[in-house]
């Protein structure tokens, strides 16, 4: 069973994966109706990183009043911010 490891930004959830191309972990945020990514040597960066991704594509969510949730379920995932 292989193991995903996950991390929450201001409510919402990511999948963090490693590329060891770049030796860099790579996050993606779950359940936005686009993709809002980002990268970081280690934890706190990637803690960063993220913050910075979600809230650049809230920002353009909202400004083109657009929902940045998804509204329905994929493979489980509820699209709704983890509260």
Known sequence: MKMINTMIIDSYQAVITFDPDIQMFRGEFLGLNGGADFYGKDVESLQHEGKI???????????????????????????????
């Open 53 to 83: 991704s979600l809230k650049v594509f809230l920002d353009a969510c909202a400004e083109d009043d657009i929902e940045p949730a998804l509204s329905h379920s994929v493979d489980g995932i509820d699209g709704k911010p983890v509260v």
